[in-house]
């Protein structure tokens, strides 16, 4: 039986004979239907119209996305070490080019993923990776549509999966919502990789936080407050958003401060 990968949202289901008749993680307000309507495809019908799209965006970081666009078009971030790196966010789109370039700088250790939109495939990467274990936060378990073995749930604010790379929970646009920390990026000044909790934004001087992106639902003061105390602790010089434009690559963390400062006196 295939799993069922929603072409809006790029999530994969469990196995089934059909796909079921509405996508729960594109029903949820934080995401939208596709106004054509609900629509499904498979991992064997995406490798055969797409490509994995390799790239170095600093000594020691690549990005992998697909090419074309495969739904909401985020790319996954792979952090390289000799003796094993780690896999951050997802894509939907799994090849064979793209395991022999991942595996050929050391293959990865772990799997992490920011937040429910970017699960994707992330039991087929998984296996394909030599059964590398997924973390995701106990918060977002309900959110799993492709439950597995290789899952494994973390708890807390803070988790070190590998020397110098520690999960943050951040919370806001899901109560699990995660950014990844490296202490070696950004030349040992440090980088925040956040998906879409800490969205680096089109002048990317600046970030934002939404409940909701595609629908513009806000968050509330409190909210980004805490989602600021979370990272106060750690260095960074660099943030990675979730798509290959949204890069903040200097003075980052003086840039989250300011703007949740203009973010909070707008909503205010």
């Known amino acids: 039986m295939p799993s069922y990968i929603c072409t809006t949202c790029g999530v994969g289901y469990a196995e089934t004979d059909a796909p079921r008749e509405t996508c729960l993680i594109?029903?949820?307000?934080?995401?939208?239907?596709?106004?054509?309507?609900?629509?499904?495809t498979t991992l064997e019908e995406l490798e055969a119209r797409h490509t994995?799209?390799?790239?170095?965006?600093?000594p020691g970081l690549f990005g992998l996305g697909s090419t074309p666009q495969i739904a909401i078009g985020e790319r996954a971030l792979v952090i390289t070490r000799p003796d094993g790196g780690v896999m951050w966010d997802c894509t939907p789109l799994v090849t064979d080019a793209a395991i022999a370039a991942i595996n050929a700088k050391g293959g990865v250790k772990a799997i992490a993923i920011s937040h429910p939109h970017f699960y994707a495939t992330m039991v087929d990467w998984s296996r394909a990776l030599g059964g590398a274990p997924v973390w995701l936060h106990e918060d977002n378990r309900d959110w799993v549509m492709r439950p597995d073995a290789c899952i494994r749930f973390w708890d807390g604010d803070s988790k070190e999966i590998?020397?110098?790379?520690?999960?943050?929970?951040?919370?806001?646009?899901?109560?699990?919502?995660?950014?990844?920390?490296?202490?070696?990026g950004a030349g040992g000044k440090g980088a925040l990789l956040t998906g879409d909790s800490i969205m680096v934004v089109p002048d990317t001087r600046w970030v934002s936080f939404m409940y909701s992106f595609p629908n513009l639902i806000p968050l509330n003061a409190r909210t980004v407050e805490q989602i600021v105390k979370s990272v106060r602790a750690y260095p960074f010089d660099r943030i990675y958003a979730g798509w290959w434009d949204r890069v903040l690559d200097h003075d980052a963390k003086a840039a989250v401060k300011r703007s949740a400062e203009r973010y909070i006196a707008a909503i205010r």
């Open 162 to 184: 590998a020397p110098g790379i520690t999960l943050v929970r951040t919370g806001g646009h899901f109560p699990g919502s995660t950014v990844l920390h490296w202490a070696e």
């Open 52 to 58: 994995n799209e390799w790239r170095e965006l600093e």
């Open 26 to 40: 594109c029903a949820d307000d934080r995401q939208y239907v596709n106004a054509k309507g609900q629509s499904w």
